[in-house]
Nanobody, 118 residues
Framework: QVQLVESGGGLVQAGGSLRLSCVASEGTIFFSTMAWYRQAPGKQRELVARDITSGPRDYLDSVKGRFTLSRDNAKNTVYLQMNNLKADDTGVYYC????????????WGQGTQVTVSS
């Protein structure tokens, strides 16, 4: 069973930055897609950023220009650099991995809490 372990969440003031990390128990090179989702209290889970092998990276419109996803296959790690954080970015952030041929995530991390104070 693949395990994804997120870290890097915390409490930050609006305008601040955080970098989330997601370490996979198996090589990230074997996953076609690595992504970050988030869920705010009382809201549906939403896709924040996605990296598809040999394809462009996708970002939620509200985070474009502020968040950057990167993948380091040598370290089996995916990052989400979050700058200029806003209160609306508050939520639990989940790392996901999709096997080749999968349209949806096959594996989810346990989540890491991000709280942005205004």
């Amino acid at each position: 069973q693949v395990q994804l372990v997120e870290s890097g969440g915390g409490l930050v003031q609006a305008g601040g930055s955080l970098r989330l990390s997601c370490v996979a128990s198996e090589g990230t090179i074997f996953f076609s897609t690595m992504a970050w989702y988030r869920q705010a209290p009382g809201k549906q889970r939403e896709l924040v950023a996605r990296d598809i092998t040999s394809g462009p990276r996708d970002y939620l419109d509200s985070v474009k220009g502020r968040f950057t996803l990167s993948r380091d296959n040598a370290k089996n790690t995916v990052y989400l650099q979050m700058n200029n954080l806003k209160a609306d970015d508050t939520g639990v952030y989940y790392c996901t991995a999709s096997k080749i041929g999968s349209r949806n995530p096959d594996y989810w991390g346990q989540g890491t809490q991000v709280t942005v104070s205004s």
